[in-house]
């Protein structure tokens, strides 16, 4: 077994146990803030760093510039702060923060929460013909959000 011992990026936070997936993070110019809290309550416009009267177009391109960040956590933030500007209705509003009504396969694609994704398939098969409220399907979804 690996022992990993260092500091993360711009915050002096020591870790001994794991490799953090920067889930935790939000990206402020080039640096990192951490952020410890729910990792499914977050502000969508605090994530991609835009006001809350942003336009569609100005959000879509804070998405964009951060899904092409290395760190996995930082893009599955994106992800999810752009599909909840995009869906507000599939997500419980909190002061300035939104937690999902419901976690089904297109949160777990969204997110890249394999394991529950693939639980959930192989619980009903017809969960990969299904489409999302703006007519994208798990594969459409898991491309998107995956291969930056």
Known sequence: MKSHHYYKPYTGIYDSEEEDDYSNYLMNGNNYIYKKNDPDEINPYEVLNVSPF????????????LATCPLRGIRRNACLAYDIICNKEKYYKIGKKYKPKVKDCFYYTLVGDLNSLKNAIEQNKNL???????NRSLLYLASKEWLF
């Open 54 to 65: 942003a336009s569609l177009k100005d959000c879509k391109f804070a998405y964009m510039k």
């Open 128 to 134: 990969l013909y299904i489409k999302d409220n703006l």
